[in-house]
Protein backbone atom coordinates (compact mmCIF):
# COMPACT_ATOMS: atom_id res chain seq x y z
CA UNK A 1 0.00 0.00 0.00
CA UNK A 2 1.68 3.49 -0.94
CA UNK A 3 -1.16 5.34 -0.54
CA UNK A 4 -5.08 5.65 -0.84
CA UNK A 5 -7.43 8.38 -2.28
CA UNK A 6 -10.84 9.12 -0.62
CA UNK A 7 -13.85 10.94 -2.93
CA UNK A 8 -16.59 12.70 -0.18
CA UNK A 9 -15.25 10.38 2.56
CA UNK A 10 -18.43 9.29 4.84
CA UNK A 11 -15.63 9.07 7.85
CA UNK A 12 -17.15 11.26 10.91
CA UNK A 13 -20.98 10.83 10.81
CA UNK A 14 -21.66 11.53 14.89
CA UNK A 15 -23.04 14.14 13.57
CA UNK A 16 -25.97 12.26 12.37
CA UNK A 17 -26.93 11.67 16.18
CA UNK A 18 -27.10 15.49 16.65
CA UNK A 19 -29.33 16.20 13.23
CA UNK A 20 -31.74 13.88 14.63
CA UNK A 21 -31.73 14.70 18.13
CA UNK A 22 -32.29 18.51 16.64
CA UNK A 23 -34.73 17.78 13.47
CA UNK A 24 -32.25 18.96 11.03
CA UNK A 25 -31.61 15.90 9.02
CA UNK A 26 -31.88 16.07 5.31
CA UNK A 27 -33.14 13.58 3.06
CA UNK A 28 -29.97 12.11 2.13
CA UNK A 29 -28.96 11.51 5.94
CA UNK A 30 -32.51 9.99 6.35
CA UNK A 31 -31.79 7.08 4.47
CA UNK A 32 -28.72 6.82 5.84
CA UNK A 33 -29.50 6.59 9.46
CA UNK A 34 -32.81 4.77 8.55
CA UNK A 35 -30.08 2.21 6.82
CA UNK A 36 -27.59 2.01 10.42
CA UNK A 37 -30.48 1.81 12.72
CA UNK A 38 -32.06 -1.10 10.77
CA UNK A 39 -28.80 -3.03 10.00
CA UNK A 40 -28.11 -2.30 14.33
CA UNK A 41 -31.55 -3.64 15.46
CA UNK A 42 -30.29 -6.94 13.46
CA UNK A 43 -27.46 -6.59 15.31
CA UNK A 44 -28.51 -5.64 18.39
CA UNK A 45 -31.88 -6.06 19.00
CA UNK A 46 -32.18 -5.83 22.54
CA UNK A 47 -29.68 -2.49 22.33
CA UNK A 48 -31.68 -0.95 19.82
CA UNK A 49 -35.45 -0.66 19.77
CA UNK A 50 -36.04 1.18 15.91
CA UNK A 51 -39.47 2.84 17.83
CA UNK A 52 -36.77 4.90 19.93
CA UNK A 53 -36.10 6.18 16.17
CA UNK A 54 -38.97 6.68 14.12
CA UNK A 55 -42.59 7.52 14.36
CA UNK A 56 -45.34 8.81 11.93
CA UNK A 57 -44.46 8.40 8.05
CA UNK A 58 -40.83 7.13 9.42
CA UNK A 59 -42.83 3.77 10.76
CA UNK A 60 -45.12 3.57 7.96
CA UNK A 61 -42.82 4.20 5.07
CA UNK A 62 -39.71 2.31 6.46
CA UNK A 63 -39.59 -0.62 4.27
CA UNK A 64 -39.73 1.69 1.38
CA UNK A 65 -37.14 3.92 2.98
CA UNK A 66 -34.56 1.13 2.99
CA UNK A 67 -34.97 0.39 -0.74
CA UNK A 68 -32.47 0.59 -2.95
CA UNK A 69 -29.97 3.92 -3.13
CA UNK A 70 -30.30 3.94 -6.26
CA UNK A 71 -33.83 4.06 -6.29
CA UNK A 72 -35.23 7.23 -6.65
CA UNK A 73 -38.01 6.24 -4.66
CA UNK A 74 -35.87 5.91 -1.58
CA UNK A 75 -35.69 9.69 -1.96
CA UNK A 76 -38.84 10.66 -2.63
CA UNK A 77 -40.04 8.71 0.26
CA UNK A 78 -36.93 10.33 2.38
CA UNK A 79 -38.46 13.52 1.34
CA UNK A 80 -42.08 13.12 2.53
CA UNK A 81 -40.69 12.37 6.23
CA UNK A 82 -40.36 15.23 8.19
CA UNK A 83 -37.39 14.97 9.92
CA UNK A 84 -39.18 14.70 13.77
CA UNK A 85 -40.00 11.62 12.33
CA UNK A 86 -36.81 10.25 13.74
CA UNK A 87 -35.81 12.23 16.11
CA UNK A 88 -34.88 9.52 18.70
CA UNK A 89 -37.62 9.46 21.45
CA UNK A 90 -35.07 9.77 24.69
CA UNK A 91 -31.85 11.53 25.65
CA UNK A 92 -30.64 7.66 26.13
CA UNK A 93 -31.83 6.99 22.79
CA UNK A 94 -29.60 9.56 21.69
CA UNK A 95 -26.68 8.23 23.60
CA UNK A 96 -26.73 5.10 22.39
CA UNK A 97 -26.66 6.31 18.66
CA UNK A 98 -23.71 8.60 19.43
CA UNK A 99 -21.82 5.91 21.10
CA UNK A 100 -22.80 3.53 18.12
CA UNK A 101 -21.86 6.07 15.61
CA UNK A 102 -18.15 6.88 17.39
CA UNK A 103 -17.87 2.82 16.59
CA UNK A 104 -18.07 3.68 13.16
CA UNK A 105 -15.99 6.98 12.95
CA UNK A 106 -12.48 7.54 11.43
CA UNK A 107 -9.74 7.65 12.18
CA UNK A 108 -9.79 5.01 14.72
CA UNK A 109 -5.71 4.46 14.49
CA UNK A 110 -2.58 6.18 12.74
CA UNK A 111 -3.21 5.44 8.80
CA UNK A 112 -0.89 3.03 7.09
CA UNK A 113 0.18 5.12 4.61
CA UNK A 114 -0.31 8.64 2.81
CA UNK A 115 -3.50 9.60 2.04
CA UNK A 116 -5.21 12.34 -0.42
CA UNK A 117 -8.73 13.25 0.63
CA UNK A 118 -10.89 14.89 -1.53
CA UNK A 119 -14.56 16.66 -0.21
CA UNK A 120 -17.00 19.01 -1.21
CA UNK A 121 -18.88 22.67 0.54
CA UNK A 122 -21.93 20.58 -0.39
CA UNK A 123 -21.82 16.94 0.50
CA UNK A 124 -25.87 16.37 1.61
CA UNK A 125 -24.53 13.41 3.44
CA UNK A 126 -21.45 14.93 5.35
CA UNK A 127 -21.43 18.17 5.87
CA UNK A 128 -17.45 19.48 5.14
CA UNK A 129 -17.45 20.42 8.99
CA UNK A 130 -17.57 16.74 9.62
CA UNK A 131 -14.81 15.98 7.67
CA UNK A 132 -12.70 18.79 8.77
CA UNK A 133 -13.09 17.22 12.29
CA UNK A 134 -12.12 13.95 11.12
CA UNK A 135 -9.11 15.48 8.95
CA UNK A 136 -8.28 16.99 12.42
CA UNK A 137 -8.23 13.93 14.47
CA UNK A 138 -6.25 12.02 11.55
CA UNK A 139 -3.68 14.90 11.42
CA UNK A 140 -3.19 14.32 15.61
CA UNK A 141 -2.42 10.70 14.84
CA UNK A 142 0.56 12.26 12.88
CA UNK A 143 -1.21 10.61 9.29
CA UNK A 144 0.28 12.53 5.94
CA UNK A 145 -2.82 13.98 4.45
CA UNK A 146 -2.60 15.87 1.01
CA UNK A 147 -6.30 17.65 1.15
CA UNK A 148 -8.15 19.07 -1.08
CA UNK A 149 -11.89 20.59 -0.27
CA UNK A 150 -13.85 22.33 -3.27
CA UNK A 151 -17.54 23.50 -3.76
CA UNK A 152 -17.99 20.14 -5.91
CA UNK A 153 -15.21 17.64 -5.97
CA UNK A 154 -14.93 15.79 -9.75
CA UNK A 155 -15.02 12.04 -9.47
CA UNK A 156 -11.75 11.56 -10.91
CA UNK A 157 -9.39 14.32 -12.35
CA UNK A 158 -5.97 14.88 -13.22
CA UNK A 159 -4.59 16.27 -9.78
CA UNK A 160 -5.52 12.60 -8.31
CA UNK A 161 -4.57 10.80 -11.05
CA UNK A 162 -1.09 12.74 -10.88
CA UNK A 163 -1.27 12.29 -6.79
CA UNK A 164 -1.41 8.29 -7.54
CA UNK A 165 1.29 8.35 -10.15
CA UNK A 166 3.90 10.00 -7.43
CA UNK A 167 3.31 7.20 -4.87
CA UNK A 168 4.35 4.54 -7.17
CA UNK A 169 7.32 6.69 -7.91
CA UNK A 170 8.38 7.10 -4.61
CA UNK A 171 8.03 11.26 -4.92
CA UNK A 172 7.84 13.19 -1.55
CA UNK A 173 4.02 13.38 -0.36
CA UNK A 174 2.42 16.89 0.14
CA UNK A 175 1.07 17.20 3.57
CA UNK A 176 -1.51 19.47 4.98
CA UNK A 177 -1.78 18.54 8.40
CA UNK A 178 0.83 20.77 9.03
CA UNK A 179 -1.51 23.64 9.27
CA UNK A 180 -4.34 21.96 10.90
CA UNK A 181 -2.32 20.55 14.03
CA UNK A 182 -1.52 23.25 16.86
Same mark, same amino acid.
Given at each position: ?? =???? /? ?6 ? =? /? ?5 ? =? ?6 ? $? ?17 ? /? ?52 ? $???? #? ?38 ? =?????? #?????? #? ?22
Amino acid at each position: LV =GSVS /LSPISDVG =G /LADAARD =GTLNDDQK $VTLARFLAALHVEYPDVIN /LDDYRRGAAKTEWDALLGCQSDPSARDVAARIPAADLKPATAEAVDTLHGFLKK $VNLP #QAPALAPMMVMYGDDDPLVPAAWTDAALDAACKLGDVITI =GREPQP #QPISDT #QLAWIADRFAAKPVPNDCAGRTP
